[in-house]
């Protein structure tokens, strides 16, 4: 029906910077909010970062600052910037967005399969 699909993850030294990617595709009708979330082994997941459709975001706290979320709707792509990287970056990073499909106009939440970050000390 749908698929998110992340991209941009890596291995990068403390201070470092990374840019992910979600791009959406299959038979989708609209976008309304896309989201990133991140898991870390024992740890509960959290969210990074939020994008309406008109463009207003939000962010943790612990990103503020450091991250930026941004959208390209002609792309259906959902973009992360993230510098100043820490050690407690490290987890697996996952695309998440609210869509309609062309065969039902209902709306609902969909996710990616993530894209490992590290950031070593």
């Known amino acids: 029906q749908v698929q998110l699909v992340e991209s941009g993850g890596g291995l990068v030294q403390a201070g470092g910077s990374l840019r992910l990617s979600c791009a959406a595709s299959?038979?989708?009708?609209?976008?309304?909010?896309m989201r990133w979330y991140r898991q870390a082994p024992g740890k509960q997941r959290e969210l990074v970062a939020t994008?309406?459709?008109?463009?207003?975001?939000n962010y943790a706290d612990s990103v503020k600052g450091r991250f930026t979320i941004s959208r390209d709707n002609a792309k259906n792509t959902l973009y992360l910037q993230m510098n100043s990287l820490k050690p407690e970056d490290t987890a697996v990073y996952v695309c998440?967005?609210?869509?309609?499909?062309?065969?039902?106009?209902?709306?609902?939440?969909?996710w990616g399969q993530g894209t490992q970050v590290t950031v070593s000390s």
């Open positions: 299959g038979n989708i009708f609209s976008i309304n909010a």
């Open positions: 998440n967005a609210d869509m309609r499909t062309t065969t039902s106009n209902r709306l609902y939440q969909y």
């Open positions: 994008i309406t459709s008109g463009g207003l975001t």
